[in-house]
């Protein structure tokens, strides 16, 4: 964050914390946590005087109205709103209500100020709510929300709340996703050692869970960003896609074997990696399966090549390619093929069967 929006929020900050006791240890306390993991301690000291002297400025001031404090809220947020984008203030969001909760009840003067943030950022009430109960909430049964998953050591969850086994955890893990950004956020209460990109937990806080994040506890497996994103969208729809290739070859000019026998699975939210030395056939794999290079099976001085692809080699070499063999053939085509057909890889690639979608090529289909 720059330190303009630090410098906003830290007299958000203290005019939330004013609303009912004013700034106490457990409020600075708070923002000296939420400094220390945006800028680092060196730099922490600035703005936590800056709190002090806001907080101080107030209580001379006495008790103001409540009208003049929503003129400063007002004002604040629409400074900060400004200046960062909808991504950067669902966070701030998701920061101001954790201050609320940790550092107090609450109560309506607070919420009030929480509620003004959000209408001004333009949350979506159903995210402004999934957000409320990821803070105020250690009770899986208030996760019924779509944006809302639990992650936890049971198959005994209520059906209507989106669930994830993960053997080990002694608490639930409470996930929260945010549609119209597509962020994700995790919180665990939980008393395990916890590590969230190697780092540890703070139990009960709230983490950005982004992409390519990996949570550790002692025992079980890791929970993956790729997880979570799956998860949930198998939950929206229903079905897994997966898009799958098998037996793919790929020759360069000359004859030069780039693929031989690769096989690719890869299903809707999974983070894949590709990984090979210099050389390996990365890049020629990915414009196979994306369709760019056309696939083929034949190897310079070699016919490694199923039986039907041979029958159909054999008769294209004496300089027809008969059309009762090509299976990709359509009722408006009639031409008549020297060699493997170049509508094969014109049409596409990918072909939907039910909820799969298959790289086959006729070569080896």
């Not at 005087?49 to 806001?54: G, R």
């Not at 729809?237 to 898009?243: A, H, I, R, S, W």
Request: aromatic share 8%; proline share 5%; with cysteine.
């Amino acid at each position: 964050m720059s330190e303009e929006i630090l410098k906003a929020l830290i007299r958000l900050f203290a005019l939330i914390a004013k609303q009912d006791r004013g700034l106490g240890d457990t409020e600075r306390a708070y923002v000296e946590r939420f400094l220390l993991q945006q800028i680092g301690l060196d730099s922490a000291g600035e703005y936590l005087e800056l709190l002090q002297e806001t907080a101080q400025k107030q209580e001379e001031e006495g008790a103001l109205t409540s009208v003049l404090d929503s003129v400063r809220v007002l004002k604040v947020c629409k400074q900060i709103a400004q200046t960062i984008n909808q991504r950067q203030k669902a966070v701030v969001l998701v920061r101001i209500l954790e201050f609320v909760h940790s550092t107090g009840p609450l109560s309506d003067q607070r919420m009030s100020i929480v509620k003004t943030v959000s209408d001004i950022f333009r949350v979506p009430d159903s995210e402004y709510r999934a957000i409320l109960t990821l803070v105020a909430s250690d009770d899986p049964k208030d996760y019924s929300a779509e944006e809302h998953l639990v992650v936890f050591d049971t198959d005994l969850l209520p059906r209507d709340i989106r669930s994830y086994h993960l053997y080990g955890s002694d608490k639930p893990l409470f996930f929260l996703r945010l549609p119209s950004v597509e962020l994700y956020f995790v919180r665990y209460p939980g008393h395990l050692e916890a590590q969230l990109n190697g780092l540890a937990l703070d139990p009960g806080r709230i983490y950005l869970f982004a992409s390519g994040s990996a949570l550790r506890l002692p025992t079980g497996k890791p929970l993956y960003y790729s997880d979570i994103v799956s998860r949930f969208q198998r939950g929206e729809q229903g079905t897994e896609l997966v898009l799958e290739a098998r037996d793919l070859g790929f020759d360069f000019p000359g004859g030069v074997e780039g693929l031989s026998g690769v096989g690719f699975t890869a299903r809707k939210g999974n983070l894949v990696g590709i990984l090979g030395s210099s050389g390996a056939g990365k890049t020629t794999l990915l414009n196979v399966l994306s369709g760019q290079s056309a696939p083929t099976r034949e190897r310079s001085g070699s016919t490694a090549l199923p039986s039907r692809q041979r029958r159909m080699s054999s008769k294209a070499s004496r300089g027809s390619f008969p059309r009762t063999t090509c299976s990709w053939r359509t009722s408006r085509c009639s031409r008549t093929c020297t060699s493997m057909p170049a509508c094969v890889f014109a049409i596409s690639p990918m072909r939907k069967s039910g909820n799969r979608l298959k790289m086959s090529f006729p070569a080896w289909a």
